[in-house]
């Protein structure tokens, strides 16, 4: 995209969610970037690399994706803001790396991995949720619904991963990552850092070293409370926003995504007056508080998401906590079988699920008897195709 790095804050582009991606890391002061290709995320390196001299970063691709983030680690060491992005299957070859990262810290710079999830397998050799990760290894989680949002949350990140002392991850899914929305632009830094290495050694204070390890039962405990620091920032995130009633008769949590197709279910069923919506871009830390104050809203509550029940088993955890201090609430999700565990969700498996809580019939539009007739005809003339490669694959 040519005018990716144009410095025209205020005015708006059409982007791919890759492409704002992008947008929000030069915004961000992003000044080194690495990758291995891997859809859907591959375009979050491409387009960095197409700006990379005018914007005076080194962009470069990696041998595999571990190599990727100790490059870009060594980068937010030496005070560069860094970028790394990789699919789900990614995250897996670099955790090894993620696990002692948390344990020294990613320096000054900020270091801030995308993972681009695939539900459905689309162009994947399995359907996996990153988002795990993040729990386990205390790394803040962002969780974007749009272009725009991809933008916002990528520059914001870099702060975040600062605040957190680790690094930040922002999880987009496919039908993100290549679909296309209106972006408004910010402003690009009008200095870049330059690298340098502040690094002391205090055998007596082994904590201040973020390129030695020390005594793990300390830097453990430096982990938790480095994360510790985000949650107020995550609590007033404009990133989380509820729409609905006071009072609804269902609550309905959800990111990413499938927020969007959440919402154009409710305002097809008509039923914005039944039901409240919590749309959550910060995941994890889970913003409990926030959480807390519509839990006491509702007497049921629906989780959607892709791929795994992640926030509905964070947001049950919050509940059991509370149990002495909240009244029963029904939840539903995954765990209770109204939405599916595996597969994209869509706007029509969302407003199903919905109708059928609320007793409001839908029918898919256009979905006639003689609709679906013709359609199964026609599949047996269409020969099967198994997955592909993307052109160009080094896999």
């Known amino acids: 995209m040519e005018t990716i790095d144009v410095d025209a804050p205020g005015s708006v582009q059409l982007m791919m969610g890759n492409e704002a991606i992008v947008r929000g890391a030069l915004e961000g002061g992003v000044g080194f970037a690495a990758q291995y290709p891997g859809t859907p995320s591959s375009e ?9 001299k005018r914007m005076g970063i080194h962009a470069e691709w990696s041998v595999n994706e571990m190599v990727a983030v100790e490059a870009a680690a060594a980068a937010s060491f030496a005070g560069i803001p860094a970028l790394s992005a990789m699919k789900q299957n990614g995250v897996n070859v670099c955790s090894d790396f993620l696990v002692n990262l948390g344990m020294t810290g990613i320096g000054e710079g900020g270091l801030v991995l995308v993972s ?35 933008k916002d949350m990528t520059r914001w990140a870099f702060e975040v991963s600062r605040v957190a002392g680790n690094a930040c991850f922002v999880r987009e899914t496919t039908r993100l990552a290549h679909t296309r929305g209106k972006v408004v632009l910010g402003e690009l830094p009008k200095e870049r850092r330059k690298a340098y290495f502040p690094d002391v050694w205090d055998m007596n204070s082994p904590t201040k070293s973020q390129f030695t390890a020390g005594p793990f039962g300390i830097l453990h405990h430096y982990i938790h ?3 510790g620091r985000v949650v107020p920032l995550f609590e007033a995130s404009e990133f989380n926003r509820y729409s609905g009633p006071d009072k609804p008769e269902l609550l309905i949590i959800t990111s990413g995504v499938p927020a969007l197709y959440v919402a154009e279910a409710v305002g097809i069923l008509g039923v914005g007056d039944r039901v409240g919506i919590l749309k959550l871009g910060t995941t994890w830390p889970l913003p409990e508080k926030l959480v807390t104050k519509h839990l006491r809203t509702a007497d049921r509550v629906l989780f959607v998401e892709e791929i795994d029940p992640f926030i509905e088993g964070s947001v049950m955890e919050v509940a059991a906590s509370l149990a002495g201090d909240l009244h029963p609430i029904t939840f539903l999700g995954k765990r209770s079988g109204h939405v599916a565990s595996w597969g994209a969700l869509s706007t029509d498996s969302v407003a199903e699920t919905l109708g059928g809580i609320l007793g409001v019939e839908y029918r898919i539009p ?21 997955i592909n490669l993307c052109p160009g694959c080094p896999h």
């Open 366 to 386: 256009g979905r006639t008897e003689e609709y679906s007739k013709g359609l199964a005809e026609a599949a047996k003339m269409v020969p099967p195709r198994a």
């Open 44 to 52: 979050v390196l491409a387009v960095t690399a197409s700006v990379a």
């Open 116 to 150: 681009g999830d695939d539900p459905s397998a689309i162009s994947s050799s399995n359907e996996e949720d990153s988002r795990w990760i993040c729990k386990w290894m205390d790394m803040p989680l962002l969780e974007p619904a749009t272009a725009q949002e991809a």
């Open 225 to 227: 409370e480095r994360l």
